[in-house]
């Protein structure tokens, strides 16, 4: 298989948009519509939220979502956008490199020009995080799949220090810093470290990765104009907009179900013809 010029010409733009003199904002969508709103909204790239299309599809956040349904998922977003599309792969859906390199260049079939790649051990494993000459394998085979393929992958190479609370701050920040420059030189683009706030941490891993970092719109996470400040690459919602649709969705129901009134549903909400116009004809590149 070999990508077409289109999709191509989106990995390059994806991979340009890295530049650390402004954070590159990932809309992080679980479904066609919810892509559709962050590209209207003006977003350059969109990613997927692996917790938001296992929610959509009945199953917890746990890698438990059968890759194929994933891909589904992935399919129908890439082809109700214009936009590039990165995929949240979690850990890859396989043990060895050349698992997770096949899950990329079936992600790529199905219209992604990236992925995010996590270091988080599985469910159970006794270490909270895979061994990093295991990871350092994945992401090579990765980007010589990609490369065999023709298209500019973007690797979002993400270390769980931070998220899994491993250690103090100092520990964290000297192994997302050994982790990230691993990762990097092993392909990967972009170094995402989920949960890290605090600006000091946050510009320590900007000098000592020495490459694009993404961080999280977690809770106390700097504003947009701070993370410039710092040089972050990269900011992603994760599963923070679908979580805010769920909690909309059952403000709406309680109202409905306590009071029998319907302000919630009736306030700031968009209007059918509004929302059934995102998906004309001049929207759809292609459909599934």
């Known amino acids: 298989m070999r990508v077409d010029a ?17 954070p ?10 919810s892509a559709r709103a962050f590209e ?3 977003f350059d790239a969109i990613g997927t939220s692996s917790a938001g299309v296992a929610w959509a599809h009945g199953y917890p956040d746990d890698d438990s979502l059968p890759l194929q349904a994933m891909l589904d998922a992935i399919e ?37 020009v990236g992925a995010n790649l996590e270091d988080s051990a599985a469910a159970g494993a006794p270490d909270a995080l895979v061994d990093v000459d295991s990871q350092v394998a994945r992401i ?5 799949a ?3 393929l023709g298209i500019a992958f973007v690797i979002n190479a993400r270390t769980d220090s931070w998220w899994k ?14 982790r990230g420059r691993r990762y990097r030189d092993a392909g990967a683009d972009c170094v995402f470290v989920p949960g890290v706030t605090r600006s000091d941490s946050i510009r320590r891993l900007v000098e000592g990765i020495g490459g694009p970092i993404n961080v999280l719109t977690v809770p106390g996470c700097p504003p ?5 400040r710092l040089g972050v690459a990269r900011v992603s919602v994760g599963s923070g907009a679908a979580r805010a649709a769920l909690s909309l969705t059952m403000r709406i129901a309680r109202e409905l179900r306590s009071s029998g009134t319907y302000e919630t549903l009736q306030t700031d909400t968009l209007g059918y013809a509004d929302v059934d116009g995102w998906f004309g004809r001049r929207c759809r590149q292609r459909r599934p």
């Open 76 to 112: 129908r977003i890439a082809a109700s956008v214009f936009l590039p599309v990165t995929a949240d792969l979690g850990r890859g859906y396989g043990d060895t490199p050349q698992d997770v390199a096949r899950a990329c260049e079936a992600a790529v079939a199905a219209g992604a």
């Open 6 to 22: 289109a999709q191509a010409a989106k990995a390059q733009r994806l991979r340009a948009l890295h530049d650390r003199r402004a």
């Open 165 to 178: 609370r491993l250690g103090d701050e100092e520990s964290r920040i000297a192994e997302s810093i050994r």
């Open 40 to 42: 209207l909204a003006g």
């Open 224 to 228: 947009i104009d701070e993370l410039r």
């Open 140 to 144: 090579r085979a990765v980007r010589q």
């Open 146 to 148: 990609a490369d065999a």
């Open 24 to 33: 590159l904002l990932i809309g992080n969508a679980w479904d066609a519509a």
